[in-house]
């Protein structure tokens, strides 16, 4: 049997021999690897490339669907703000982690302008005008018909089609 555990540690590992950042998912389902990735935002420069945030993508290319149910997804490290709500999304039947933030604090830590691990969860919770992160509210009521389109195209359902709901 496989030790996944150890795989996703031998993937991060191997992307900072090479110049890539500590972190790496992969992700089984009926215990063979399904997909699998390490960071890749320092070789490509794309804020966007989490190890969690390509292995969703290749998992969900290769199975044909944007649900994951029925896999187990293995990350590095607690999952950022933007990797959790992938992870949400995805509907995976379990996350494990193998490192605590303060595990690796004392030797890796990334914030930015608007993002700071201490106190993003806090931030992510007021409502979007107190945020540190400019943003302005423009209604627009053409933008609220694009959603009534695709309701129309969907035969009046407003919920995607075979989204797995929770119990």
């Known amino acids: 049997m496989v030790d996944f555990a150890a795989r996703t540690v031998d993937i991060a590992r191997r992307n900072v021999a090479e110049g890539g950042r500590p972190f790496a998912t992969v992700i089984v389902r ?9 960071n890749r935002v320092a070789q490509t420069h794309d ?3 989490h190890a969690e945030i390509l292995a969703i993508r290749e ?3 290769r199975v044909g669907t944007e649900h994951l ?3 187990t997804i293995y990350v590095l490290a607690h999952p950022c703000p933007m990797c ?3 992870l ?3 509907s995976p039947d379990e996350v494990v982690f193998l490192t ?3 595990e690796y604090e004392p030797h890796y830590v990334d914030d930015r302008k608007y993002f700071e691990f201490d106190n993003f969860y806090a931030e992510f919770a007021k409502p979007w005008q107190q945020r540190r992160l400019p943003m302005r509210y423009e209604p627009r009521a053409d933008a609220v018909e694009v959603y009534r389109y695709w309701q129309n195209l969907n035969g009046g359902e407003r919920r995607v089609p075979g989204a797995p709901r929770s119990d």
């Open 47 to 49: 804020p966007t490339a």
């Open 30 to 38: 009926d215990g063979e690897i399904l997909a699998e990735s390490p």
């Open 88 to 90: 949400y999304y995805c």
């Open 59 to 61: 998992a969900c290319i």
């Open 100 to 102: 605590a933030r303060e």
């Open 69 to 71: 149910v029925g896999t």
């Open 84 to 86: 959790l709500g992938a």
